[in-house]
């Protein structure tokens, strides 16, 4: 169940929990604050889009477990900190960056798809760092 490596433990069965209701809160969010912007996909891009999310928050919410077990005791408050200092650090600068150029986001309501986006990554995120450390538990 759990694989040890440097100290860290990584449940699996917390890491699959957290990304598959993370994936349920992103689409729930986009679904109701996204519409016109998702009605330009396909479903079957939608489809692939959400297939590729759930890997995305596996990932995250083992990047989440591990940094909060490197730096200290493994806990729901813990899980959310992490997540929020990650989420803060790196995915609200990259969506601002791509805000501000104009990268990714067109249209007239572009800030508007912009802090849907933002606000749906800082709700999984916290989501998946409650998860993974009410799930976990570091023994030693």
Do not use: C
């Amino acid at each position: 169940m759990a694989n040890e490596t440097s100290g860290v433990k990584q449940n699996y069965v917390a890491i699959v929990v957290a990304a598959v209701v993370s994936s349920i809160l992103q689409a729930a969010w986009n679904s109701y604050l996204l519409k016109g912007w998702l009605a330009t996909n396909t479903s079957q891009q939608q489809n692939v889009q959400y297939a590729v999310l759930i890997v995305g928050f596996a990932l995250i919410a083992a990047a989440i477990s591990r940094i909060t077990q490197l730096t200290g005791v493994l806990s729901p408050i813990r899980g959310l900190r992490v997540a929020a200092l990650l989420w803060l650090s790196l995915i609200f600068p990259a969506l601002t960056i791509l805000l501000v150029t104009g990268q990714f986001f067109n249209g007239d309501h572009q800030l508007n798809v912009w802090a849907a986006i933002v606000g749906s990554w800082l709700l999984t995120m916290l989501v998946s760092g409650a998860i993974v450390g009410a799930l976990n538990r570091k023994t030693k």
